[in-house]
Structure formats: structure tokens, C-alpha cells
T-cell receptor, first 115, second 112 residues
């Protein structure tokens, strides 16, 4: 099955700086890559996703890049703000989801934005 | 009420207790999921229901028993749990096999 690795596990950045989280996946058939943000006491919330026919996608201060050849994708947060502090999860799946409806998640990155 | 809701938000139970977790989605979706979230580990998919039929059971111990009475409600019945079952239990929903899953806030379970 799909195996997703996520690095780093913790990331501390100064407010206003950029944060980058990287994920690698093992199944070359995967073609859907969402990113989730989980704030304290809440469930994961989808913040951005990318599909394999796109190399980069942006939404305001957030961007995701995908390198299918290398089987890795990254989340970029620019001009970080205190409210960006959270745990971020990457995931990969064969979309539309395969028979097992499975999203494979990374272990998460705890991002702390220092004021 | 919008999105995916879960009750209770916190639950403490002994190993001999029986309790149930409830999930309700208000998104009109027809697939629902239970995940287990433990510290520093990837989310673990436990069960998937599509159109009220179970389509996935990831080798979960029988002390966890899911129930999906309709496409909006999902339960997780718990009995004779172990301390290692303490975790955050998340419910999610999606529109069939469309990739995007929407999560509830979770139930923080502590087994004494």
C-alpha cells in the first residue's frame, strides 16, 4: 500500500518568514495530494490540495508543489502569522479513491510561529 | 449545525465499560469514516461506510463496533477497551469516492 513520509516533524519559524513542509510517497499511481491543518482541539481541515496533472497550486499565502517523477510534494506558507501555528498533515491517494476509500496520511508537522 | 459534529468531545471510561461515540454529518455526503489519531503517528483508518454499507475494516479489534443507521449518522460502540486505545477518534465524511474528506472535531478518549 501507499506509504507517506513527512518532514520535518517540528518546525519553528519567525513571524513573517516562510515555512516549508515536504512529503514523499511510494505509490506512483497516487494522483491526489491534500494538505490538512489541525488546530488544537479541532479536527483536520483541508487547506489546499493538488492533483497530478498540476505542478503547483497557490491560494493566497499557501502553495503546494508536486514532483511526480521524484514522488514528492511540498507545502509552502509565506509571510507566516501566529494563526498558522498548528499541526499540518499531508496525504496521498489514488483519486477518485480506490475500492478501499483510503487516504494515506503523513505523521504530521507541528509548526510554531514565533512572534 | 454545519459540517461534521461529534459527541461527546471527551470521554473517560474504565476497561469494563461500554460507551458509544456519535458522529453526524450535515453535508449531504454518502460516505463516512472512523479514524484513530495517536500522538506522532499518521491517522489510522478504522472503518468506512458507503451508502450505509461497511466497505472497509482495517483489521480493527472487535472491541470496536461501528454502526451506520443512515447516511448522516455514524456510531462507534466501545466495550472492554484497553489503555492503549486511548486516542483522539475522528469522524469524517465525503461524497462517495470523491477524494476530499471533511473531519469532525474528534472525541478525546481516555481508557483507565
Amino acid at each position: 500500500g501507499e506509504n507517506v513520509e513527512q518532514h520535518p516533524s517540528t518546525l519553528s519559524v519567525q513571524e513573517g518568514d516562510s515555512a516549508v513542509i515536504k512529503c514523499t510517497y511510494s505509490d506512483s499511481a497516487s494522483n491526489y495530494f491534500p494538505w490538512y491543518k489541525q488546530e488544537l482541539g479541532k479536527g483536520p481541515q483541508l487547506i489546499i490540495d493538488i492533483r497530478s496533472n498540476v505542478g503547483e497550486k497557490k491560494d493566497q499565502r499557501i502553495a503546494v508543489t508536486l514532483n511526480k517523477t521524484a514522488k514528492h510534494f511540498s507545502l509552502h506558507i509565506t509571510e507566516t502569522q501566529p494563526e498558522d501555528s498548528a499541526v499540518y498533515f499531508c496525504a496521498a491517494s489514488i483519486g477518485p479513491l480506490g475500492p478501499d476509500y483510503k487516504l494515506s496520511f503523513g505523521a504530521g508537522t507541528t509548526v510554531t510561529v514565533r512572534a | 449545525e454545519t459540517g461534521v459534529t461529534q459527541t461527546p468531545r471527551h470521554l473517560v471510561m474504565g476497561m469494563t465499560n461500554k460507551k458509544s461515540l456519535k458522529c453526524e454529518q450535515h453535508l449531504g455526503h454518502n460516505a463516512m469514516y472512523w479514524y484513530k489519531q495517536s500522538a506522532k503517528k499518521p491517522l489510522e483508518l478504522m472503518f468506512v461506510y458507503s451508502l450505509e454499507e461497511r466497505v472497509e475494516n482495517n483489521s480493527v479489534p472487535s472491541r470496536f463496533s461501528p454502526e451506520c443507521p443512515n447516511s448522516s449518522h455514524l456510531f462507534l460502540h466501545l466495550h472492554t477497551l484497553q489503555p492503549e486505545d486511548s486516542a483522539l477518534y475522528l469522524c469524517a465524511s465525503s461524497q462517495g469516492k470523491v477524494d476530499t474528506q471533511y473531519f469532525g472535531p474528534g472525541t478525546r478518549l481516555t481508557v483507565l
